[in-house]
Each structure stands twice: as structure tokens, then as C-alpha cells.
């Protein structure tokens, strides 16, 4: 809960344009993302473990 907090003291000093790219540095690590979850499913969505 420390975290959040220290979090949400550090945007409330954001300006109007640092919260929009922040959102959108957001929106494009979210898209990343998906696509590599695609490409896992699409390879057949398997996690080998060797060792043991």
C-alpha cells in the first residue's frame, strides 16, 4: 500500500501532457503485450520445464 500511495502522490504532480503519455506509453506496453500472448497461443500456448 506504500507503493500506491508514493504512486499516486507522484501523478498528482503530473502535468495535463505527462499523464497523456504516460497513458499512452501504457496503451503500448499493454498492445505489446497481447501480441506476444498471440504469438505464445499461436506456437501452442506450452511452457516446458527441463530438470526435472
Known amino acids: 500500500m506504500k507503493i500506491t ?3 499516486r502522490d507522484y501523478t498528482t504532480g503530473m502535468t495535463d501532457n ?3 503519455d504516460l497513458e499512452k506509453q501504457a496503451a503500448e506496453a ?4 497481447e ?3 498471440r504469438e505464445f497461443m ?3 500456448g ?3 520445464v527441463f530438470g526435472e
Open 5 to 7: 500511495a508514493k504512486v
Open 42 to 44: 499461436d506456437k501452442g
Open 35 to 37: 501480441e506476444k500472448s
Open 46 to 48: 506450452e511452457i516446458y
Open 30 to 33: 499493454r498492445k505489446g503485450v
Open 18 to 20: 505527462e499523464k497523456a
